[in-house]
């Protein structure tokens, strides 16, 4: 029996979500957690990796069962098992579903905090000491809309096709926060961390806002701006048809 | 020179806030810090200690330097060198200042959510599976208020004068959260968690509003509720004359 959970985790404590040989990482936790409840082992896909120190508000995965369970006991025996920083939200029986292929559009957050450290959020946000325009990163966050080769804004040398579609990109400030939206359809390794970083540079006036589509044209890695750290980031929503 | 210092800590990682053999404590990781800044030992004393777990919006607390140094300096020496859990919002020279004996009443802050678990704030709040009836802890909560000795609501056989002032208790409902705040003139071990703990039983409906003041003054702490998580409460503001 197939079935398809949404999972909030927060990604401090982990090495990623991909399993890793010593490493405690989300996927290894869950596959060990459905083990016990399968007496079996089980393999877990998701929607896509997330890095270390990554979060998420609700990653979508699937795995199928040989016991027969109902979808609200296999929740509460997950939310049982599991450590208090992975929560399972949803559990749903699905056939033929597939986390990964059957994705159409992801949708990721990023918070930059340019107010006063608090220590409450010091693995949650950015903390950037700093002043940041942001009327200018909302200009710059829109030449990104579209379709575009990425290849300037993932890690170098990892991919062979960096083509991907941008739908939208919504920079908001919320009190001493500032939030970035992303939706794709679908994203290379660090490339929401390097847009943000890339923004970044754009609110500090580093560079101008239509420098991005010179830095998307160059195709090169080294034209973007830093990598913006893992902490502030977070896996909002998984789209399916 | 004598210092004082206004700082947030969170203290999850910390086995409370006195030194304490072999274990990581708020006092001794800023003693450490002092002394490196010092280049002799620190002794650093706080309005109050705190419990294993309990965070801190303004903790106060002084200490003499044998150097001369500017508030801002020491400030920026001490953010730079604690970790990033602890932090110092304000420094100040103050001769003849006394953290604990000069302080006059404290504020103590706690969040109870009764919404969906939150992974995020797994070490923040109280997470209660259970609906709370508000009102009825509004009604119990100024049972508080005034001069009572509080022996059944601190921790067993451990204080000799257990009279306290309540000032003001505020049981507010914010979104999913309950946010219970308490000023008094001081508070004994684990007071406030008792406290909140019986307001959480008159919320469920084990007890009524007005047992409060029947417990008050049967003086036994076996007749109080259970002592709430330490990841709920938080030292809001130490008051100085």
């Not at 292929?101 to 957050?109: H, L, S, T």
């Amino acid at each position: 029996m197939r079935f398809l959970i949404i999972f909030s985790y927060d990604g401090s404590k982990y090495f990623g979500f991909q399993k890793q040989k010593n490493q405690k990482t989300v996927q290894q936790t869950l596959a060990d957690t459905l083990e016990k409840i399968n007496k079996k082992p089980v393999t877990v896909t998701p929607s896509g990796r997330t890095d270390t120190g990554v979060h998420a508000y609700n990653q979508v995965a699937h795995f199928d069962l040989d016991i027969n369970i109902k979808t609200s006991a296999l929740k509460k025996a997950l939310n049982t098992i599991l450590p208090p920083d992975i929560y399972v939200k949803k559990v749903q029986k699905k056939a033929n579903f597939h986390a990964r292929f059957d994705a159409i559009k992801k949708e990721y957050v990023y918070f930059i905090n340019t107010g006063t450290y608090n220590v409450f959020e010091k693995d949650y946000v950015w903390q950037l000491n700093k002043k940041l325009d942001v009327v200018k990163m909302q200009q710059a966050s829109q030449c990104f809309l579209g379709t575009h080769d990425f290849s300037s804004f993932c890690k170098k040398g990892k991919e062979d096709d960096c083509v991907r579609i941008i739908h939208e990109v919504v920079v908001k400030k919320q009190g001493s926060k500032i939030k970035i939206s992303i939706v794709g359809s679908g994203f290379l390794r660090y490339m929401v961390r390097n847009m943000v970083g890339t923004l970044t540079e754009v609110g500090l006036e580093k560079i101008t806002p239509d420098a991005i589509t010179n830095i998307l044209d160059s195709k090169n890695r080294c034209q973007a701006g830093i990598k913006a750290p893992a902490c502030g980031l977070y896996l909002k929503k998984v789209y399916y048809d």
